[in-house]
């Protein structure tokens, strides 16, 4: 793997290298927990409809039904209230 010019080159896949990546630090480290994802866990997108983004609200929804703290930047998941944030 290598960074140019913002790029990053990857020898496989994204998908291939992000299941690779993933992975490898959980089996190394406690801190990467793999989630699932069940159909019924699209009825907590409701509860958090503050935040606009799909991706964005699908993060938060996770983060609000395990009861998580969400690790962002993001400023608009920070400023609903729908999940607590750090950074």
Same mark, same amino acid.
């Given at each position: 793997?290598?960074?140019?010019?913002?790029?990053?080159?990857?020898?496989? *896949?994204?998908?291939?290298?992000?299941?690779?990546?993933?992975?490898? +630090?959980? @089996?190394?480290?406690? $801190?990467?927990? &793999? %989630?699932?994802?069940?159909?019924?866990?699209?009825?907590?997108?409701?509860?958090? *409809?503050?935040?606009?983004?799909?991706?964005?609200?699908?993060?938060? +929804?996770? @983060?609000?039904?395990? $009861?998580?703290? &969400? %690790?962002?930047?993001?400023?608009?998941?920070?400023?609903?209230?729908?999940?607590?944030?750090?950074?």
């Amino acid at each position: 793997m290598k960074c140019h010019r913002g790029c990053l080159t990857l020898g496989l *896949s994204f998908q291939k290298w992000t299941i690779s990546f993933l992975r490898s +630090a959980s @089996a190394q480290s406690k $801190q990467f927990v &793999l %989630l699932p994802f069940y159909p019924s866990h699209t009825l907590d997108f409701d509860a958090c *409809s503050a935040v606009t983004e799909m991706h964005d609200r699908m993060i938060a +929804a996770d @983060a609000r039904r395990t $009861q998580a703290t &969400l %690790l962002t930047r993001d400023a608009q998941i920070a400023s609903s209230g729908v999940v607590a944030t750090a950074w």
